[in-house]
């Protein structure tokens, strides 16, 4: 829920406790912020603001946290690309043995830039198209979850053109409330994704009697930001119990996928761990001899990114004050559409221990939508102070767009005290440079 303007929650954490909490983050005396040892002033004096910087060392510490919470069970984890679908981070994750969840044929061709093997590519998707499906079984990917049987139907007609047989998961929707944000339930009746539970059975059937078509599981995703482990118990419950009764009518499944959308703390409140959800797979999964798979996305990239930006004036109207950045929505549309939270600091050691007072954080773009943050405690702010938006990582400049020909900020990674610019900023001129004027308009 939004804070109403000049609000202020009681319950937000200080600037303290925010950097306290990500393990990626220090503040030094003399160099403000760093990240993983390097001062990100010295990332904004280089490459200037707005900027994103990534912390590889966060994104691998949180992957092998999951690997040993998996540990024992016969699980892979699929990094799902449209969290950041950047490809130094999908190296990231491919170097350490991730497979990819992909959900188009452009994240699928990301992925494989990336060094990807085709086998360890899941594409799934509501709505694939029929040169996507082609790309998908040209390439060879490891799996297909198909959502509908008008989309069985389509994949089996172009795998049998192309002399191909799909290995097919069909993608279930448990109807099962998630606890998370309306528009980022993906699991109940009325949402647009995955087959109905109790259709299931017979599409299942009609699956294994077409001659290009294996189908080889279930699947499902039921959401993203999801802060408990009870959803996720009851979904896995239902794909348990349907697994169960497929077999018995003489049909193999062999694989469960068990899709992603594991929360993370915004405002450092308490979230469900993977040790958590990994109980809950080995409880309602463990002992169906199933190869498992899991994609998240959020969990892995999101507190490993921020964004850095500078004030570029204070103002004041009636009783509110207003902290202007030169970061916007269409850097970071979250707060924007989902009425997201996002921690922000400032970059300097000074103004992070100086006296705060309430502000609304907001950009220059022109709308009133473009606020990222209300009632927040932050000291005074100087015109070309800088500040960073935390957790940005997921879902932050994948979603960023060029609105009000604002250019894509540039972006950063860094690792073990160093670091490298992994997306220059856009220039202005690339804006227009693919836009035509007909010749009639003179």
Known sequence: MSTP?????????????????RPHLAMHAMDGLVMDGVPLAAIA????????????????????????????????????VKANDHL???????????????????????????????????FSGVGKTVAELDLALGTGVGQINVESGEELDILAARAAAMGRVAEVGLRINPDIEA??????STGR?????????????????????LPAIRPVGLAVHIGSQIKTIAPYRAAYARLATLARALRASGHKVETIDCGGGLGIGYRNEPTAEPEALAGAIRATLGGLNVRLVV??????????????????????????????????????????????????????????????????????????????????MLPRLAPDARVAILDAGAYGAAMSSTYNARPLAAV???????????RPRQPIEALWAEERIPDWLG
């Not at 303007?5 to 909490?21: F, H, K, N, S």
């Not at 950063?412 to 992994?422: E, F, K, P, S």
Request: charged share 20%; aromatic share 6%; with cysteine.
């Open 5 to 21: 303007r000049g609000a202020v929650q009681d319950d937000d954490p200080t600037i303290g406790e925010l950097i306290a909490a």
């Open 412 to 422: 950063a990674m860094v690792r073990d005290g160093r670091w490298a610019m992994i």
């Open 88 to 122: 130094a981070v999908l190296r990231v994750f491919t170097s350490l043995g991730a497979g990819a969840d992909v959900v188009s044929g452009g994240e699928l061709r990301r992925a494989l830039e990336a060094g990807s093997p085709p086998d360890r590519i899941v």
């Open 295 to 376: 994609e998240p996305g959020r969990w892995l990239v999101g507190p490993a990114g921020v964004l850095l930006a500078s004030v570029v004036l204070e103002k004041t109207s009636g009783r509110t004050r207003f902290i202007v950045l030169d970061a916007a929505m269409n850097d970071l549309v979250r707060p924007a559409i989902y009425d997201a939270w996002h921690g922000i600091v400032p970059l300097a050691a000074a103004d992070a221990v100086a006296v705060v007072g309430p502000a609304d954080i907001v950009g220059p773009v022109c709308e009133s939508g473009d606020t990222l943050a209300r009632g927040r």
């Open 189 to 209: 009746a009325r949402d647009k994704f995955g087959i109905p539970y109790r259709e299931a059975g017979l599409l299942y059937a009609r699956a294994a009697s």
């Open 179 to 184: 606890g998370t944000h309306e528009k980022i």
């Open 45 to 80: 004096d280089a490459l200037g603001t707005p900027v994103w910087v990534y912390s590889a060392d966060a994104m691998g510490a949180r992957y092998q946290a999951l690997a040993g919470a998996l540990s024992g069970l016969d699980a892979r984890i699929h990094y799902a």
